[in-house]
């Protein structure tokens, strides 16, 4: 049998999921997390999945695993010393990046602006040059080369980049560059450019690469560790990490190039609440991931939404990922109020896996969003089917140093807390959606993660979009997608011209060159050629424009007059994000090709709706604090509900992983897939 282990490492748990392709049954866990080792916490419940399936750990074939190595890297400022070698005269190319400061008015004033992941001080520049079209200027003085790269080693850096002037179209004396650096220190990560982004704008390929020399030592350290640990317990699966664009590559690619992980983590989500939602007749969705240190949304049609650049902190990170928002909003954020406004505030800091919010008695005495559904009835007594007891004192105790400093009642003061908190995931449900032009009531909600479906109700009210859809095992779903995530990688290269100056047969020829080093590329990774696919993008812009806009083509379409589609297609795409189009020259500006590996789908249970009565999994009632007042809520167990039921809310569903309230004036009826959609009445 081929059994295939999905991993989610979040801030608070570690879920996962086990699937069996053979029979398509599959079993999930949750444990809670190990910041200080993520490794702990995935063998731990590597080990406990399987001794609920039955089997030996051994019998796991693949690990597909979600991680936040890499962002925790840069967020928590934790990287690798990196030097860095360029062009001579474009040593401060960091440092001058877009010259863009943030704004209104005196914005600038106050920035406090961060220092690039290279310092001055560990930056040098080597003779050489290449032209705009890849042709020598200036041969690479290799003498002078290895004096500095010597010199750096000699610094102490931990990790090296090597990012030319124009390499993108020419990369051999980059490539030159790593033989020596790899000759002179055999065990330091060398990261060069065109490997992680072959593409023009040489300051956002230049923090690429120098991104991805911070990040690498420790990602490769994890990666190395955990298949250590692996094999030591005689698991010889194979290890596939979840790239930012929710593919998956190898752990080897991922070691290499670990910048292609830095939204790894939310990408799973997107992933398994598409696959969910499209199973239920919805493709278009917003995506509401709330765990226990932060949220994340994105917004899709019938497919993730791809973003070429990703904004980590302050730097532009030009790496494909699904376009997704994140708040420091999460079941662990903390409710303060500032000694100089008196005004509630929630996140971004956060209780974390430990000490975690109060009620989870572990040693937490801040006021955390989760003690704030204790204290308004929204969570029941006990977590985790019954194995995780909730301390109500220890929550009311915390939420009470909230209520003293606003003068307020504890429950008045914890119903704060959830407005607050709402408030603040909106706002990022909005930038996915009105900011981008769409209107969020013709969109579902798909709410998931531990603490999605407590809330997802009161963001549909705020947001008008319906149904709210809350799929079986929510707080799991990031594993889900781990699972249902394809084998992925990209190939680009730069191509710039306006549309009258395009040779159609050459782009083309381009295009063809690209989608073969992608399909090279899947049959490496054994994908069979039934389950082959190769996509294809044209970069666009209008002429002297700053930004592009992917374009899809088929290699159907490669025998047309194509050209004239694409700019077609170009001009409804950028009227519809930005509400204008131009009647200007169109430019093309980088070609791509992605080969996609698709996976044994997971099939999710499913039967025909019966009777709407909800009464035999009804399991009493629950007291919530609603509107300044207690309330009266029906409570229900979930593995009782069946297709074709109906719940009437006020009412709290409970679950093993999550809970889900029904607001008043709303219902939830279970479709024929498990899911609760839940609509106004």
């Known amino acids: 049998m081929a059994y295939r282990i999905g991993v989610d490492v979040g801030g608070t748990f570690t879920d996962l999921m086990l699937f069996d392709e053979a029979s398509g049954r599959y079993w999930r866990h949750k444990t809670p997390s190990t910041p200080h080792d993520p490794s702990e916490a995935v063998l731990t419940g590597i080990s406990a999945i399987c001794e609920r399936a039955g089997i ?49 008015l005196a914005g600038w004033m106050i920035m406090i602006k961060p220092e690039p992941p290279a310092t001055l001080a560990d930056t040098r520049e080597v003779s050489e040059r290449m032209s705009a079209q890849g042709t020598v200027v200036r041969p690479l003085d290799e003498a002078q080369a290895e004096a500095v790269i010597t010199e750096l080693i000699n610094s102490g850096i931990e990790s090296l980049t090597i990012s030319l002037i124009n390499s993108f179209a020419n990369p051999e004396h980059e490539r030159r560059l790593k033989a020596i650096a790899r000759r002179l220190a055999p065990h330091l990560p060398v990261t060069i450019s065109y490997d992680v982004l072959p593409e023009f704008r040489e300051y956002e390929r230049t923090l690429t690469a120098t991104m991805n020399a911070c990040v690498k030592p420790k990602v490769r350290h ?65 995506t509401f991931d709330m765990g226990g240190t932060s949220t994340d949304v994105a917004l899709c049609m019938g497919a993730p939404t791809i973003a070429r650049e990703t904004v980590l902190g302050y730097f532009p990170v030009k790496v494909p990922s699904v376009d997704v928002r994140s708040v420091g909003a999460g079941g662990g954020s903390i409710a303060h109020v500032p000694s100089l406004t008196r005004a509630l505030r929630v996140g971004p800091q956060s209780a974390g896996a430990v000490p975690g919010p109060a009620c989870y008695n572990k040693g937490g005495v801040d006021p955390t969003v989760t003690d704030a559904n204790v204290v308004c009835g929204y969570l029941p007594p006990r977590l ?162 700053g930004y592009e806009m992917p374009i899809a083509v088929s290699a159907d379409e490669f025998d047309i007059d194509l050209l004239p589609v694409l700019v077609r297609r170009f001009n409804e795409i950028h009227d519809r994000t930005y509400g204008f189009h131009l009647d200007t020259a169109v ?28 009464s035999s999994a009804r399991i009493g009632e629950q007291r919530i604090y609603r509107n300044g007042e207690w309330i009266q809520a029906d409570l229900y167990d979930r593995n009782r509900l069946k297709p074709g039921m109906e719940v009437t809310g006020p009412a709290i569903i409970t679950e093993h992983d999550s809970t889900t309230v029904v607001l008043p004036r709303h219902r939830a009826q279970v479709d024929r897939y498990f899911n609760l959609l839940i609509t106004p009445v």
């Not at 996976?599 to 249970?605: A, M």
Request: net charge negative; hydrophobic share 45%.
């Open 587 to 614: 430019e093309v500006v980088n070609l791509r090709a992605a080969g996609v590996g698709r996976v044994t789908r997971i099939e999710l249970p499913e039967a025909d709706p019966g009777p709407g009565d909800a």
């Open 222 to 286: 994890y990666i190395a560790n955990l298949h250590a640990q692996l094999r030591a317990r005689s698991i010889d699966a194979e290890l596939n990490i979840l790239r930012s664009d929710a593919g998956l590559m190898t752990a080897e690619t991922a070691e290499e190039n670990p910048v292609y992980t830095l939204m790894s983590g939310p990408s799973g989500g997107v992933a398994g609440a598409l696959h969910i939602a499209l199973r239920s007749g919805y493709p278009n969705i917003l």
């Open 56 to 104: 030996a750990p051994e019998q796991v074939a693949q690990i597909m695993h979600g991680t936040t190595v890499a962002t925790n890297v840069i967020l928590e400022g934790k990287g690798a010393r990196v030097g860095l070698i360029t062009t001579q005269g474009f040593r401060q190319i960091l440092h001058l990046a877009r010259s863009q400061t943030p704004g209104p």
């Open 384 to 545: 985790l089917g019954g194995e995780m007891p909730l301390d109500i004192a220890s929550a009311r105790a915390a939420v009470q140093h909230i209520a003293d400093a606003l003068n307020l009642s504890v429950e008045a003061a914890a119903e704060g807390i959830l407005k607050i908190v709402n408030e603040n995931m909106f706002g990022a449900l909005r930038l996915v959606s009105v900011q981008r032009g769409f209107d969020p009531r013709d969109f579902a909600l798909v709410a998931f993660g531990g603490a999605g479906p407590l809330h997802g109700n009161a963001l549909a009210e705020l947001l008008g979009s319906y149904p709210v859809i809350v799929p079986p095992a929510p707080g799991l779903l990031c594993a889900m997608g781990d699972l249902s995530a394809d084998y992925r990688d990209e190939f680009a290269r730069t191509y710039i011209r306006t549309v009258d100056r395009v040779d159609q047969e050459e782009m083309v020829s381009i295009l063809r060159e690209l989608g073969a080093e992608a399909a090279m590329m899947l049959a490496a990774e054994q994908i069979p050629p039934e389950r082959q696919e190769v996509q294809y993008f044209v970069d666009m812009r209008y002429y002297r424009q």
